[in-house]
Every structure is written in C-alpha cells, then in structure tokens.
C-alpha cells in the first residue's frame, strides 16, 4: 500500500503543473474550433482525462524525472515473453515472500489503465464500441511501451496485454455505470455546435 501512495504522492506535482497549460489548451482548442456553447461537465472531463495521462505519462516515460519507489527485478529490461509476469510474480510470492511485485507490476498495470477504458467512451461518441477503446489502450501501452525501451525503465510484453485488460475492464465499468446512471452519456459527451 506504500507504494501505490508514493506514486499517487509522485504523480501530484506534474498533475498541478500541467494543469494551467491543459486549461490553455483546451481554451485555445475551443476557440480554433469556434465552440459558441461547450458543455461544462464535458470540458471537467476532458481536463480530467489529460490530468490522468500527464500522471501515467510522469510515472511511464518521464523517468529523467522519476523519483518514486524502484521494484527491483533479476531480469532484463525488456521481456518479449508473453506471460513471464505469472511465473516471476509466483517466485516473488513463494520464494521470497515478497509481494509487491504482484501488486505494482500485475495489478498496478491493470487498474493505471482502467480509467482510460472508462473515460475514453463516456467523453467521445468515437469510442462508443468496445473494440475501439481496446484498442485505444493497446496504443497508448504499446507507446509507453515502445519509450521505455530507451532509457532505464523496463519495457515488457505482459504490460501490454496487463494494460490492455484493464482498458477493458474500464470499459466494463462504463457500460455497468450507463446503466445505473442513464444520463451519463448525455452529461459528459460533447455539444454538438
């Protein structure tokens, strides 16, 4: 539980510094596009959603800046074989009675992308089917993925499909919440001007 705190705590300080230039943006965006009415829920969730990825992003591929807590492996730096995650974290838990590998690297990487499976088809009618914001998820893992392999972070196959699973699960907890909460759609989707 520390350590998910300490990168919560991490995450914080890039969050409130990307936030004026996200505002900026996002007023600038508007003004380009010539939005006359923009639905305020909907901007709340937009921002919201690039004050996420700006965290994913600090923890993922900014690691010149990185300082939270290291997991240290006994493998390289890049795992091409699919499923390795289940026999290293097996060692981890038996062996060394060790279990924040399981907790950081297996279910930190399924629920770091679950509010993309959730936020990506409540804020853009674009990604109302399931496939779509899979794979929007599969890209954005596959990105991060594809930056790790140059600097010292670990770039590894199973994040993907980890990363992947949680973009669906999100999407999951998107379709159960439309149901409770008829009126999600139609609060947070975009005007149409």
């Known amino acids: ?12 300080p890039y969050m409130v510094a990307a936030l004026p230039f996200i505002l900026l943006a996002r007023f600038g965006y508007n003004r380009i596009r010539g939005v006359q009415k923009s639905n ?9 959603f690039l004050l996420f990825m700006t965290a994913l992003f600090s923890q993922t591929i900014l690691t010149f800046l990185y300082t939270g807590p290291v997991v240290t492996r006994s493998f390289t730096n ?31 990487n ?3 992308f679950m509010p993309i499976g959730f936020l990506v088809p409540m804020l853009w009618r674009a990604f109302n089917r399931f496939w779509k914001t899979t ?10 993925e594809t930056m790790q392999l140059t600097q010292a972070r670990s770039s590894d196959i199973d994040d993907l499909w980890l990363n992947t699973t949680g973009t669906m699960l999100g999407y999951g907890v998107y379709i159960a919440a439309k149901k409770l909460i008829p009126y999600l759609d139609t609060t947070f989707k975009k005007v149409n001007s």
């Open 1 to 12: 539980m520390f350590a998910i705190l300490s990168y919560i705590r991490e995450m914080l």
């Open 40 to 48: 305020l829920f909907h901007e709340i969730g937009v921002i919201a």
């Open 78 to 108: 890049l795992n091409l074989v699919p499923f390795r995650v289940f026999v290293d974290n097996y060692y981890a838990i038996t062996e060394l009675r060790f279990w924040q590998p399981f907790i950081i690297n297996f279910l930190g």
């Open 110 to 112: 399924i629920f770091i």
């Open 135 to 144: 794979l929007f998820g599969f890209c954005i893992s596959f990105f991060i």
